[in-house]
């Protein structure tokens, strides 16, 4: 079992930037992909990103790429996610995830078997 957390979030303008991390702790010597995950009120959890266990694959959302990156430290057990160029549609509560799929890229949350408790992300106009 994977335990994760997840900091960074706050209240920001839009136009600026945030940077989220991950911790991850537990059992981490499994080579899991990382994914990041947000979720709007009323809306469905959507996917923002993911990360392969070496770093060499990434993936982005739509609506992030070309604005949001995302990066991982394996000696750290960390992985982040940089958000810039934020828009007020960018709201949600944000969580990272674990994934220990060995082919192909998670795009579903129920590919991921690790989740954190999430950390809000609010962007003002």
């Known amino acids: 079992q994977v335990q994760l957390v997840e900091s960074g979030g706050g209240l920001v303008q839009a136009g600026g930037s945030l940077r989220l991390s991950c911790a991850a702790s537990?059992?981490?010597?499994?080579?899991?992909?990382m994914g990041w995950f947000r979720q709007a009120p009323g809306k469905e959890r959507e996917f923002v990103s993911y990360?392969?266990?070496?770093?060499?694959?990434?993936e982005y959302g739509d609506s992030v790429n070309g604005r949001f990156t995302i990066s991982r430290d394996n000696a750290k057990n960390t992985v982040y996610l940089q958000m810039n160029s934020l828009k007020v549609e960018d709201t949600a509560v944000y969580y990272c995830?674990?994934?220990?799929?060995?082919?192909?890229?998670?795009?579903?949350?129920?590919?991921?078997?690790?989740w954190g408790q999430g950390t809000q992300v609010t962007v003002s106009s």
């Open positions: 995830a674990a994934s220990s799929l060995r082919v192909g890229v998670p795009y579903r949350s129920y590919q991921y078997d690790n």
């Open positions: 537990g059992r981490t010597s499994g080579s899991y992909a």
């Open positions: 990360i392969s266990w070496s770093g060499t694959d990434r």
